[in-house]
């Protein structure tokens, strides 16, 4: 059976359900991604798999709280000027996404939710600034308590204070960071292990354990996107990073971790309130 990105979310609600959860003053976790391609082993929707399973897993912890959450559609129009080089990449325009994030959050102010936390799995800069300047206007403009997750190294990549108040920084997020000398962040190692792990059935687990790693540094990664003929040179099979050395146990356990975290950094931000 297919991965479903609307299990547990609202979408699957009749309106009188979501109405009477305004009333008891739920919140709103909003899963942010898009649909890209990861390289030849994997299907297209692994940022916007990943991007529900840790709003649904951070559902359950913050339930275990007391804190009731619900999940609203998945956006998956996101920016990726970096893969639209490679067919099956959706990337939208800046002020498309920018649109529909402003959209979503006016029609939560306008039903009378109060707060809404966005958890983003897709790390291009521009899908990560134009999300956040959105949010920005959208707070500015409705008074709706919304809140981009976001951890202490990307404060420090889009050279934000921590005080802004459409942001909310987290506790103690698990690193995906590359560990080695070469860059595997996309398709690679862990995004391999997670797809894997949670929908397996959208993964060629033989073709990953053949596929060779690329040696790409970060600095290789900046010419990313300036042309479909560079970005089709340097990433060939659209992913950097190793996805035969994935590790399913360790790929779960930072799952489970990061879901963790979001639930309690959102709860002890509630909790302040």
Same mark, same amino acid.
């Not at 709103?28 to 649909?35: D, K, R, S």
């Not at 996404?97 to 109060?114: E, N, T």
């Not at 942001?167 to 292990?193: C, K, N, Q, W």
């Given at each position: ?65 007391? +804190?009731?959450?619900? !999940? ?27 649109? +529909?994030?402003?959209? !979503? ?13 966005? +958890? ?35 404060? =420090? ?13 987290? =506790? ?49 990664? =900046? ?11 340097? +990433? ?29 950094? !959102? ?7």
């Amino acid at each position: 059976m297919s991965y479903s990105i609307f299990d547990e979310t609202m979408v699957n609600m009749p309106w009188t359900a979501v109405e009477r959860a305004v009333a008891r003053g739920a919140v709103v976790l909003m899963p942010l991604g898009i649909i890209e391609e990861h390289g030849p082993h994997m299907g297209l929707a692994v940022d916007m798999f990943a991007a529900h399973l840790l709003s649904t897993l951070t559902r359950r912890h913050l339930e275990k709280q007391g +804190i009731e959450a619900l !999940i609203s559609p998945p956006n998956y129009w996101g920016v990726s000027p970096a893969t639209a080089a490679f067919a099956g990449t959706f990337s939208v325009r800046e002020e498309t996404m920018a649109a +529909i994030i402003h959209d !979503i959050v006016s029609l939560l102010c306008r039903w009378h939710f109060r707060r809404v936390f966005v +958890i983003n799995w897709h790390a291009d800069h521009r899908h990560c600034r134009t999300a956040l300047d959105a949010l920005s206007k959208v707070r500015a403009e409705t008074g709706m308590d919304v809140r981009y997750l976001i951890t202490p190294q990307e404060l =420090r990549r889009f050279r934000l204070s921590g005080d802004e108040p459409h942001i909310l920084v987290r =506790r103690a997020p698990p690193s995906m960071e590359s560990t080695g000398r070469y860059a595997d962040y996309h398709a690679g190692s862990m995004e391999t292990g997670v797809a894997l792990a949670y929908f397996p059935e959208h993964v060629d687990e033989a073709m990953a354990r053949k596929l060779e790693a690329t040696r790409l540094t970060d600095e290789d990664l =900046r010419n990313l996107g300036r042309s479909d003929e560079e970005t089709r040179k340097l +990433i060939p099979g659209g992913y950097f990073g190793n996805p035969a050395g994935y590790d399913i146990v360790k790929a779960k356990a930072y799952i489970e971790a990061n879901a963790l975290d979001l639930a309690g950094t !959102i709860a002890a931000y509630l909790k302040s309130l």
